[in-house]
T-cell receptor, first 114, second 115 residues
Framework: ELKVEQNPLFLSMQEGKNYTIYCNYS?????LYWYRQDPGKSLESLFV?????AVKQEGRLMASLDTKARLSTLHITAAVHDLSATYFC??????????????FGKGTHLIIQP | NAGVTQTPKFRVLKTGQSMTLLCAQD?????MYWYRQDPGMGLRLIHY???????AKGEVPDGYNVSRLKKQNFLLGLESAAPSQTSVYFC??????????????FGQGTRLTVV
């Protein structure tokens, strides 16, 4: 059974600072996802990481995957207020060609203050 | 391009009432999922479907039933609603989970309150 743990669960930071959200998972995950959710809204896909060493960047966000350490990170560079949201990581396992769905972490509630 | 559409967006039920949530996708996706989101819990998988006519249980299936009679629709039913089912429900779909850079597309959510 795949378990996904994020930390921190709550993060308050100042604009212009850098920070990293960590996502650990318990067993082999075929891929790792990062999502953003604004209050009262749906989930927006940020990154899909498929293989060990994968790194993807979009604007001030960069995600990486280390399958040996079972760790993914979401790094925020020079944070701006618009990045305030809840960020989720999710892992996925596929057995026998079937899709078992995504297993989500509890989310990191990020507040970026001016 | 509508993507994934959930109906209704909000609903208040009395304990013991029944209802059906509808999820429709226009992307010809094979795989569809129902999740519930509770504060501090992330999203948890209720049921899922790998194709028309097939369904399977997820992490928290008790109290829910599903049906996938048409490829584009995935219905979630509550036969006898309980206050513990107060939650935000999300439907999602994917094209092919077996390979490739596949992402899951989520609906806008249904906020359900059971009183």
């Amino acid at each position: 059974e795949l378990k996904v743990e994020q930390n921190p669960l709550f993060l308050s930071m100042q604009e212009g600072k850098n920070y990293t959200i960590y996502c650990n998972y318990s067993t082999t995950s075929d891929r790792l996802y990062w999502y953003r959710q604004d209050p009262g809204k749906s989930l927006e896909s940020l990154f899909v990481l498929l293989s060990n060493g994968a790194v993807k960047q979009e604007g001030r966000l960069m995600a990486s995957l280390d399958t040996k350490a079972r760790l993914s990170t979401l790094h925020i560079t020079a944070a701006v207020h618009d990045l305030s949201a809840t960020y989720f990581c999710a892992g996925a396992m596929y057995s026998g060609g079937g899709a078992d769905g995504l297993t989500f972490g509890k989310g990191t509630h990020l507040i970026i203050q001016p | 391009n509508a993507g994934v559409t959930q109906t209704p967006k909000f609903r208040v039920l009395k304990t013991g009432q029944s209802m059906t949530l509808l999820c429709a996708q226009d992307m010809n996706h094979e795989y569809m999922y129902w999740y519930r989101q509770d504060p501090g819990m992330g999203l948890r998988l209720i049921h899922y479907s790998v194709g028309e006519g097939t369904t399977a249980k997820g992490e928290v299936p008790d109290g829910y039933n599903v049906s996938r009679l048409k490829k584009q629709n995935f219905l979630l039913g509550l036969e006898s609603a309980a206050p513990s089912q107060t939650s935000v429900y999300f439907c999602a779909s994917t094209l092919d989970q077996g390979a490739g850079n596949t992402e899951a597309f989520f609906g806008q959510g249904t906020r359900l309150t059971v009183v």
